[in-house]
């Protein structure tokens, strides 16, 4: 139980340091003008994405690596009618 204890306190410690951190990270990018932002190559829109992964590439979520299946168009099976 003591162990289970410790891993729960743990967790939620690192959960807090990561808040910290994020919350941090925020404040630096806010307080960088424009032309800071533009040279690193941000901007006001992407903060929340740099602040939680580092950068704003891996903010995105990472697509499993499946084959492709090809599916092919259906067929329109239609006939002009002149009047």
């Known amino acids: 139980m003591l162990n289970q204890l410790k891993a729960i ?9 990561e808040n910290h951190r994020q919350r941090l990270a925020m404040r630096e990018l806010i307080a960088l003008d ?3 932002l ?21 903010a995105l979520p ?6 492709r299946v ?6 329109l099976n239609y006939t002009l009618k002149h009047s």
């Open 9 to 17: 306190i743990s967790a939620q410690w690192q959960t807090m340091v």
């Open 34 to 36: 424009n032309q800071a």
């Open 38 to 58: 533009r040279d690193l190559g941000l901007n006001r829109g992407n903060f929340h994405s740099v602040a939680l992964y580092g950068r704003y590439e891996t």
């Open 62 to 67: 990472e697509l499993p690596n499946t084959p």
């Open 70 to 75: 090809e599916q092919s168009a259906p067929t």
